[in-house]
């Protein structure tokens, strides 16, 4: 499996699920303030929410697919110039959708003094530039809780993603994109999970805490790319597949649910990917939308909850919400992502940096 034919795997489809299950999770925080009684939370015994492992299965899709990249692209320039314009342009429209669209017609506050504040122009340019000082809005509150002002709880994590791809660009350059390096990174990602469960902090705990959020995500991206790196062995087989679902179901009762994620779930989430007698679902038959529900999913909800006077309950706001957020993501895909993608630099040659996979350790 050295090539991935284009679509011949279902990495569209579990991105869709991955969206679908943030906004699915969300629905309970807006809704009710608390995840409490978010279905994946009591069925691990409040260890993880279902939006939480898609955030997981993201990273380690990305993980895979832009080590493919780096090592598919020539120019370090040409690989940079394809990850921020897969980012940013729906971002930046996302963030003016909120700011001059929502926010003005759920402020409090007169339109020309809301227009007159600082926080909608510091609000886009702050995120568009994967800063989330700025989270709120002037006059807006959606509901009466603890996210209620919240304009867009789903971004925090495209600051960590785009580290993601620039660690791989700095590996990549130094010719250290290697299943070694992967294998560290792993190990660093389950280490940071690992002690940042622990109460009281333990001896070195302290130290992995100092890694923040960063670290805290940074083993399920190195899980993508070590099976990458692995791709052209047997790594991919269904009784590895057996064992890793066996093994995410022991880490339930093990308390060990998200620090063993990047191992088991992961795993399991690009085998099912990968796996060739598995159907291929036409999930981007109406475009690559994956992208466009997770910056919209939570504006949308937050705007059915302000529409029901903060009386819906969770189910209600996902039926209404998941297919407004759809219709966004539709547009948002077709006429900003797509056309921004088409500027893409096309490349051929390895990238400086590139070791055959033969010669990797």
């Given at each position: ?50 939006g ?25 320039w040409?690989?940079?110039?394809k990850?921020?314009l897969?980012?940013?342009?729906g ?10 669209l929502?926010?003005?017609?759920v ?37 009466k ?83 990458y ?123 400086v ?9």
């Open positions: 499996m050295t090539a991935l034919p284009s679509r011949q795997n279902n990495f569209d489809a579990l991105r869709l699920i991955a969206a679908v299950s943030v906004i699915f999770s969300h629905s309970f925080l807006i809704t009710e303030g608390t995840q409490d009684h978010e279905w994946l939370i009591l069925l691990t015994g409040n260890q993880s929410i279902l939480l492992t898609g955030v997981f299965v993201f990273f380690a899709i990305s993980g895979f697919l832009v080590t493919q990249s780096f090592e598919q692209t020539a120019n370090p040409h690989f940079l110039a990850r921020a897969r980012i940013f342009p971002l930046f429209v996302a963030t003016m959708v909120s700011a001059f929502l926010g003005p017609f402020t409090t506050l007169p339109l020309g003094n809301y227009l007159s504040r600082p926080e909608p122009y510091e609000y886009v340019v702050g995120n568009t530039l994967l800063d989330q000082t700025v989270h709120e809005l002037p006059g807006v509150s959606f509901v809780n603890q996210v209620g002002s919240e304009i867009n709880g789903s971004l925090w994590t495209l600051r960590l993603e785009f580290t993601m791809y620039l660690m791989v660009l700095g590996l990549g350059l130094l010719r250290l994109l290697t299943v070694r390096a992967a294998i560290l990174l792993l190990a660093l990602g389950i280490a940071c999970l690992h002690f940042d469960m622990l109460e009281p902090l333990e001896r070195w705990g302290w130290f992995f805490r100092l890694l923040s959020d960063w670290g805290w995500l940074v083993g399920f991206f190195a899980a993508g790319m070590l099976l790196k692995l791709r052209d062995t047997r790594i991919f087989d269904g009784r590895i597949a057996l064992l890793a679902f066996a093994g995410l179901v022991l880490s339930v009762p093990s308390r060990e649910f998200i620090p063993l994620f990047p191992v088991f779930g992961c795993y399991l989430a690009l085998w099912l990917a990968l796996y060739s007698r598995l159907p291929v679902i036409p999930a981007a038959r109406f475009g690559d939308l994956s992208y466009g529900l997770y910056i919209y999913g939570w504006p949308a909800e937050q705007a059915v909850i302000w529409l029901s006077g903060g009386h819906a309950a969770w189910w209600q706001v996902l039926l209404i919400a998941l297919p407004a957020a759809a219709v966004l993501a539709f547009l948002s895909w077709h006429l900003v992502e797509r056309p921004m993608l088409r500027l893409k630099p096309r490349a051929q040659q390895a990238p940096g590139y070791v055959p996979a033969a010669q990797q350790v």
